[in-house]
């Protein structure tokens, strides 16, 4: 993700100076972390004693954190929707927040559930600049002359909305993007991008992409590090340059804009830009008409030094086909951050994906941590400070904000990978959520991954690669079963994979789900044969399409890993060219720790 601008000359040595400063305040922050913290819930509390929430409460103008964690409940976003729908309608009154609720961010949300508004306040923006302002002096200690060219982003804005009340409604990037903190920031080599404002800011995507790969491919020597915010929107990226190489090299050779572009202020940008060059043409032409796409990204742009996007999480699938894109490039994971809150930054930026861990950086919000895989499942655990985790635990995230989240669960599942100083190093596992269910079974988007990526294993002797999946539960049948979306990437035109593979797939995601699940397909019979449906090339390109066109933000877009939503689950099938199923029950013997728990 790219770094925020930060008011600076550009002279080596003011640079220079810059780095160190920001690099000192990382080492003061973490060596002190509890301090901090402290600190900052007294100001939070401090600045929102009148709120009503915190009288509904029981707190009255105290500020220490016994007595806040005393009388404040953990909450979700279902507890918080009141009093979020009465801001929404136009309640202006201290509801959560002392400073006047400018806008709500919305969450990227999940499958089949209304977006989540988050609300923010004016000063947040200034907390999320400074986060971004710590990213490139980390970088640049691994990585240095950085400030010597031009980064590649793939960046874009959605529609915004308006609340009953007449407040913004929007992705919190759309926030960002849209801000005078980006739109008008002073030059800064850190933040010297290859796509003017005006594509970035074009509401329509295509044109956005169409224009900002076009200017990336005028500047391609220029580039030194390119990037998107998730994975799956660079390579989404790349895939566009791979249909529409022809007409952007035409563009190129004759210094002219494709007439797709109607938005007249991003073809006035493009133009900026835009000079005829025959030689890059033909230089772009050859390497695009090429049978193998394998390093086309250092091919086209020879003077990059890493990839900039997010491959945590559920992300990580995207490594492979990243990986070659690139020859094996750096994947660099930058920070953590989410529509609620930006939480923390990664000093290891060159790390292996699988090692990525982020450090919270104590000044933005006050951080808790609800212990997760306790013995005890009758009661809930208490939630520890930062300076209380313990290494190789995992935890939910809970946050209190300067914007009005009090002890809010933010639904990520962190563990602790290693300390900072005295601050404690996160990497992300997953977002807490239960992505099938048909009885009594609960089955989570990692456990899912997981069995997936178990059962992928089984193509490789054929060539084929699982490049995109999803899945929901089928109630339609009787008994109800798990239904698993696959798009596969298959080498070769005479290679097959058999039915019997396919099927052998089935039965090895089956014996990687949970004993709850196994029982009720080997004992209780109350679930069907899972199926797995291939589905036709650029099937999940159309979903996202879709999304977008539903008012997805295409920042924010992920391919959802359970789907819900009638209209996604019917185009889904139309797309499908074959069924299997599991052909036999899964594994599954008495007394085991999950069965004794549901009882």
């Not at 040595?13 to 973490?30: A, H, P, S, W, Y």
């Not at 929901?472 to 079963?481: K, S, Y």
């Not at 005479?494 to 196994?518: F, K």
Request: charged content about 20%; overall charge negative.
């Amino acid at each position: 993700m790219p770094e925020a601008p930060n008011n600076s000359t550009t002279d080596y040595n003011t640079l220079t100076e810059k780095n160190k400063k920001c690099l000192e305040f990382i080492e003061d922050v973490t060596s002190n972390p509890d301090e901090v913290q402290l600190r900052v819930l007294s100001d939070i509390l401090t600045q929102n004693a009148t709120v009503e929430y915190l009288h509904r409460h029981g707190l009255s103008g105290q500020t220490d954190r016994k007595t806040f964690k005393k009388l404040v409940p953990v909450v979700t976003y279902d507890d918080l929707q009141p009093d979020i729908t009465r801001i929404a309608n136009g309640d202006r009154s201290p509801i959560l927040s002392s400073h006047p609720i400018s806008e709500f961010l919305t969450s990227s949300g999940t499958s089949g559930g209304e977006r989540k508004l988050m609300p923010t306040i004016e000063a947040e923006l200034g907390r999320r600049t400074l986060l971004y302002s710590l990213l490139m002096p980390v970088m640049s200690q691994f990585v240095p002359g950085l400030e010597k060219g031009k980064g590649m982003y793939f960046l874009f804005v959605k529609s915004e909305s308006k609340t009953p009340g007449g407040l913004l409604a929007r992705p919190v990037l759309t926030s960002y993007y849209k801000s005078n903190h980006f739109k008008e920031r002073p030059y800064d080599p850190y933040t010297n991008y290859t796509s003017p404002n005006e594509t970035i800011l074009c509401q329509d995507s295509f044109q956005s992409m169409y224009s900002q790969m076009l200017c990336g491919l005028c500047l391609n020597q220029e580039v030194l590090r390119v990037g998107a915010v998730f994975a799956s929107g660079f390579i989404r990226a790349i895939r566009f340059l791979e249909k529409h190489w022809s007409v952007l090299c035409n563009d190129i050779r004759t210094g002219t804009v494709n007439p797709v572009i109607t938005d007249p202020v991003v073809k006035e940008a493009v133009l900026r830009v835009l000079k005829p060059d025959p030689a890059l043409a033909e230089f772009i032409e050859r390497e695009c008409s090429k049978s193998s796409w394998q390093g086309i990204i250092t091919r086209i742009w020879p003077n990059t030094k890493y990839v900039d996007v997010i491959v945590t999480g559920t992300m990580s699938q995207y490594i492979p086909t990243l990986d070659y894109y690139s020859n094996g490039l750096p994947l660099v994971c930058t920070m953590y951050a989410s529509s609620e809150c930006y939480f923390g930054v990664n000093l290891n930026p060159l790390c292996k994906p699988s090692e990525v861990a982020y450090t919270l950086i104590p000044t933005m919000a006050y951080f808790e941590f609800l212990p997760v895989g306790n013995n005890d499942q009758d009661q809930e655990p208490n939630p520890v400070d930062l300076s209380e985790v313990k290494l190789g635990q995992d935890y939910e995230l809970v946050v209190t904000t300067y914007a009005g989240l009090y002890r809010y669960r933010v639904g990520d599942l962190l563990r602790v990978a290693s300390f900072k100083n005295k601050a404690p190093q996160f990497s992300f596992i997953c977002r807490k959520n239960v992505a099938l269910s048909i009885d009594a079974d609960k089955t989570d988007e990692v456990e899912l991954h997981q069995a997936i990526e178990k059962a992928s294993g089984h193509l490789v002797p054929f060539d084929a690669t699982l490049i995109e999946y999803t899945s929901f539960a089928d109630t339609t049948t009787i008994p109800g079963h798990y239904v698993i979306f696959w798009e596969l990437s298959v080498k070769g035109s005479s290679t097959h994979v058999p039915p019997s593979v396919l099927e052998d797939c089935c039965i090895t995601i089956e014996e990687s789900l949970n004993s709850v699940y196994r029982q009720g397909r080997a004992s209780d019979k109350s679930i069907g044969p899972l199926e797995i449906r291939l589905v036709e090339p650029g099937t999940f390109d159309k979903l996202m399409d879709y999304a977008i066109s539903l008012g997805a933000s295409i920042n924010q877009y992920k391919t959802p890993r359970c789907v819900k939503f009638a209209p996604i689950i019917e185009l889904l099938n139309s797309l499908v060219v074959s069924k299997y199923f599991s052909p036999k029950c899964p594994k599954w013997v008495p007394g085991h720790k999950q069965w004794n728990n549901m009882n």
